[in-house]
């Protein structure tokens, strides 16, 4: 083990620094806040701290390690170009109060951006203020809420969604202030119209709806739903989560939504980073656009001395819009991920469509091998679809029910099971719809050997005994983790000894 | 596109083994009505040289900070990052991996936020911290909402906080999308002439559900008056204390003197402004506020052999589990950036921090000694001690003295008209460890000229 608190070396030998620019006996605190004990930090040298954090990322998983095949999640391989140019300094080393003048190439990116996204969602407006996928569903449902206040519609309390939906949908909802109205899903893990049309009335204000839906799957009856809400004078809003199938394919726009937002992390490759950052653009159809959060970069014509800083015939200026419900985040959104997602767009241009019809077609193949791997070793009788379908979308669930009730065996079991063939496990135990759920997102940057082989490694897992599979895994830096001693015994930071 | 795709030229083989002879089979289940048909109207795709080439235009049309002599912050600041951090966060095993669901294998970047959440809570003196929110604001944000679901019950002023008149509009912004869901009345705590809270008009804030002031504060003073403020405001409402980590090098620990939640733009340790993200929000917090609070929390476990290992933990108070009743919607953070920030806190060690923090305000003290010498130039809080920046007073437009000084290549600070309103003749200028001498001499020279030419007499 190699622990950062364990180093005690000399005072300040992490790195040097020049002198102050005057003596320290020249500057002065109040009294009454001067620090009396120091940071009880470490005192590590620039060479035990390289070798620290290497070690630690030898205990983590990632992408580049191998097969990250988590549902939901959008896991692709990320091009390291693109970090490259986000350490550029006109990105790195810019400040979001500098006047315009001085970002035209910056908002000349936010300006493609826009309009790339506003043309693969059919949406008329495009912010780019939201820094990840829950904020940006925050967002967009505050620009419903105050779109109906200046219409007086305040009776509008209600927002529906699926009990299939990502957790933050209603997270999100309710922190603007809203009611959940949760409505069931099909057995067959769509959408139910009934149930929607039985609670969807004038005090509905929003249905949020991902689509395909966390199954994977594609609501066919997008328009109809759609037009249920839209009767009773409530906005659609779409969960832009698996944007990734359909790029090119179908659009928000065209099923009916009003509202988008999208998780630029998971389609457009800007790194997870162990949890982030992200960047969660919305757009929206025109009628909801001058309630979104500024600035917007628009383009105009030069006035006046701009043209010794412009870069094109055009100068692209920001923008609130009249109606702006403000700010979500204090400065321009994560630029430096929006950079990066502009290099990925860049990589593609129109043949976006091909990306998204490669993500379902390694979905639907690693569907395909699952289940003939299964079928050659005999044990097809373990696992069964989460949901009953011809074609899956980017992603697809198998429910682990079967194995449970006739090994002993569960979701969680062969999760850790994939650890020690080396593989990152699927999600599991979501959707909750799904009972033993796994839900499985290859992404299109798998070749099909990988596909191959994880679904023979898949079928390998599911022979071995229950008895085995529950002490899975044990190849891995450590053995199953015990979270409930974690949450009884809360062990939150570092015991110094002298405490 | 080729390069990204391993399985171009190989679909029909694919298509074939599930008995489908065509890409278009895959979306069979998509409605004609809804589909998109033709090409994407957008241009062609390029290759990794072209791309970078365009970045190199595109962004280098931008200024960089760094080619011109800046004073710019108010609440982001040009802080030197080590190198061995850029280095180190481009390890794809940190930069690739998702949040740690699977703890088995994701024990490194789960022991990097343990030891983060520690680095934090000794930083700023209280217990317990998270692993980032999305920056300072919406740290600030989610920790109102916080105070009012602890202390909701209890307070005389229900569902009210009280907020320092001086924070920065864009930030009570987010802090009004933030609290108007849950119906959070937002009153204003005033300040004195010299940039000091009135602690005479704080007394109103007892019997709220919590108290937001910075430390230092928007205009950069450092407020030895806070102190004082947790036994005014009483044991039933939250302090919370919006801080600049670095000056906790030399300025007390919130902690320990108070405050309840203390939160903060992590930025300046360990990453760079980038145009203002991904940067990082500190939240850190006392125990009674630790089951109502935001964002994920690694705790340390051990397996089933009982070695030691860590995880995430108390999960249900978030959106996954919780659902709407979830103490908050975060999902994604900013745990990358969070991770810069550990190892720039670990490389620089008590001692460098402290060192830091005393070269920051250095700077600053050097350039109120050059600018208050100016003629036609004051400082209205002269008297007020400042970390890195302070305000001073032209006899002109700020905006006017900016232009000036962009045409001398001269980032001069930022213009508090776009703040405050009444005040179109205060520039807030700003120093960080990256200030030298020589420039703020130069600064100074040339803010001298410009009031000169305002019709101030020499």
Redo the contacts between chains.
Sequence with gaps: ?SH??DHHGA?????S??A?????T???????????????????S?PE??R??????????????GF?P?GS?T?K?????N?????????????????EH?????L??YHEMQH?LE??A?MDQVTLQP?????G??TAV?CIQEYFRLRGEDQRTKVIVPDSA???N?????????E?VEIPSRTDGRIDLDALRAVADETTAVMMITNPNTLG??E?D??EASAIVHDVGGQMYYDGANFNAI?????PG??GFDAVHF?L?KTFSQ????????S?PIGVKAHLADFLPGPIVKKRPIMGDEAKHA?EDMWFGWYEPVHS?????????????V?RCW?YY??????????S??A???A??LR??LH?EAEKAGVSDMIVDGAE???AKHEFTISLGPAKESHGISAMDI??GL?DMGY??P?VY?PLVVPECMMIEPT?????E?LDTFAEDFAKVLQVDAETLH?A?IT????????V???R??????PYDED | ?V??????G??A???A??GMSS?E???????E????RG????????S?E???A??????????????RV?F?G???Y?NYV?A?V????????????????????????L?????F???I???VGL???N??L?????AAAEAITCSVRVHGRKATQKNTVYVSELT?P??M??M???C????IKIKMLRHNPDGTLNLSSAKEAAGSCGVYVE?PNPIGV??????LLKEIIGEHTALIVGVQPIS??????PG??GADIVVGEGQPLGS????????YGIFACSKPY?RLMPG??????????G????????STR?????????T??????????A?MGA?H????????????A??N???C??GKQKLAAIHGVSLPHQSS?HFQEFVIELPGQASDC?AYL?SVGI?GG?DLA?WYANRPNWLLVSFT?Q???NE?ELLAAHIEAWAASQGVSA
């Design positions: 083990m950062l608190f005072p300040g030998k992490g790195y620094q020049p102050p620019v005057l003596p320290a020249e500057i002065s605190v109040p009294s009454s806040l001067v620090r009396k004990q120091a940071a009880r930090w470490p005192r590590i620039e701290m390289v620290h954090y290497t070690w630690l990322s030898k205990r983590n998983f990632g992408i580049d390690t990250y988590l999640c896991m391989h990320n091009p390291r170009i970090e490259v140019i986000a350490q550029l300094p006109g990105i790195a080393d810019i400040h979001p109060h500098q006047p001085h970002l035209q190439g910056l000349s990116i790339m043309v693969c059919g820094v990840a996928g829950a904020q569903e925050f505050r990502h957790g933050t209603p997270a999100s909802a309710a922190m603007c202030g809203f959940i799957l594609f066919a997008i328009l790029l090119g394919i179908t659009s065209l099923m998780n992390h790194p997870h980073g162990g949890g982030g950052p992200g969660g870069i419900i403000g700010k979500v985040q204090q400065w321009h959104g994560n630029a430096g991920a950079i290099a860049r990589r593609y241009g129109n043949g976006l469509k091909t990306m019809e490669h379902v077609l390694n639907n193949y395909h091998a003939r379908t011809d074609v999760a850790k650890l990152m496990a999600t979501f299109e940057t798998e070749s099909k990988t002490a895994p891995t830096p450590v053995r199953r983790v015990d979270e001693y974690a949450a015994n809360l062990c939150l930071r570092h | 596109m390069d990204q795709l391993p399985n171009l190989r679909e083989e694919m298509l083994t599930m890409m089979d895959l979306f069979s289940d998509i409605p009505e809804v589909r998109m090409t994407l109207p957008l241009p062609d795709a390029q990794e072209e791309i970078i365009d970045a190199r235009r595109l962004l280098g049309s931008n200024v960089a900070l760094g080619e800046s710019l108010a609440g982001l040009r080590p061995s850029f280095q180190l966060i481009t390890r794809g095993e940190f930069l690739t991996s998702y949040t740690p669901y699977q703890p088995e294998v994701s024990q490194g970047m022991q990097a936020m343990w030891e959440q520690t680095l809570s000794e930083l217990p317990i911290a692993l980032s999305y920056d300072g604001s919406t920065p864009d930030r912004s987010v009004q999308n933030y108007q869901g849950a119906e430390q450092l407020d030895g008056g806070l102190p906790l090098g030399i300025v007390e620990a320990n003197y760079p402004i980038t145009g203002g993200g991904p940067i630790l994920r929390i690694v705790g340390r476990s051990i397996d089933v052999d070695k030691e290992a860590y995880c995430l933990t108390l978030e959106q996954h589990i919780r659902r709407h009743r979830a908050s919607n975060i999902c994604t953070n900013e745990t990358l950036i991770l190892m806190m670990a490389l620089l060690g008590p001692e460098g921090l402290h060192d830091l005393v070269r305000m250095a700077a003290t050097l001690h900016l962009d980032v930022f776009r460890d200030s030298r001498a703020i």
